[in-house]
């Protein structure tokens, strides 16, 4: 597609449950990141995949969160036993990966705002 | 590890004033640099970037930033804002190469007529 493309929206859920969170890339991104972006702040690294593999995942709060993309192209946020403090926006954003000079920009999509009750 | 510091919360300007937002890096090596805009509603955008070459660089919208190495300073101008400009403003950061971009708390630029 033209951007980044994010589903859902808005995801509300009850505390204790499981939640996905999808991305699709812009066509020809190597490179996918999720970043959690809470009210006040700035984007907050989650994970980063370069291709299928995640490359660096050193964001991720706990085990609790997970995060795929098997084929190299979407992926998916997962989430188990969500808490009220994992309300946030979960933002996605692609970039052609690190070869050819790549200079690490970032194209986000709007985001999935998640809110645990 | 890397961080970034933005001073400034909430700025209040009116139309036409001149603008000026900081950004402060606390990382040594070589950086590329970047401000992002988002816009009520709308998803961020980048404004401009630096990575190498003159330390003054031109952004969309008459937005220019200029890099001070010495001062690990990457500082947002306009020199005159529109009501448009309201948004929030976010400085990033990332090591040359592959690691991801940090970025720091943003801005939040209100315009008034």
């Known amino acids: 597609g033209a951007g980044v493309s994010q589903t859902p929206s808005n995801k509300v859920t009850e505390k204790g449950k499981y939640v996905e969170l999808r991305c699709d890339p812009i066509?020809?991104?190597?490179?996918l990141y999720w970043y959690r972006q809470s009210l006040g702040q700035g984007p907050e690294f989650l994970i980063y995949?370069?291709?299928?593999?995640?490359?660096?995942d050193s964001g991720l709060p706990n085990d609790r969160f997970f995060a795929v993309r098997p084929e190299g192209s979407v992926s998916t946020l997962k989430i188990q036993r969500t808490e009220r403090g994992d309300s946030a926006v979960y933002l996605c954003?692609?970039?052609?990966?690190?070869?050819?000079?790549?200079?690490?920009?970032?194209?986000f999509g709007e985001g999935s705002r998640l809110t645990v009750l | 590890a890397q961080s970034v510091s933005q001073h400034n919360h909430h700025v209040i300007l009116s139309e036409a004033a001149s603008l000026e937002l900081g950004c402060n890096y606390s990382?040594?090596?070589?950086?590329?640099l970047f401000w992002y805009v988002q816009y009520p509603g709308q998803h961020l955008q980048l404004l401009l970037k630096?990575?190498?070459?003159?330390?003054l660089v031109k952004g969309i919208k008459g937005f220019e930033a200029e890099f001070i190495k010495s001062k690990f300073s990457f500082n947002l101008r306009k020199p005159s804002v529109q009501w448009s400009d309201t948004a929030e403003y976010f400085c990033?950061?990332?090591?040359?190469?592959?690691?991801?971009?940090?970025f720091g708390k943003g801005t939040r630029l209100s315009v008034i007529a």
């Open positions: 954003a692609s970039s052609l990966g690190t070869s050819g000079g790549n200079t690490g920009e970032l194209f």
């Open positions: 066509s020809g991104h190597t490179a």
């Open positions: 995949f370069q291709g299928t593999g995640a490359a660096d």
């Open positions: 990382y040594g090596g070589t950086v590329n």
């Open positions: 630096y990575f190498s070459g003159d330390p």
């Open positions: 990033a950061v990332n090591v040359r190469g592959n690691t991801p971009l940090v």
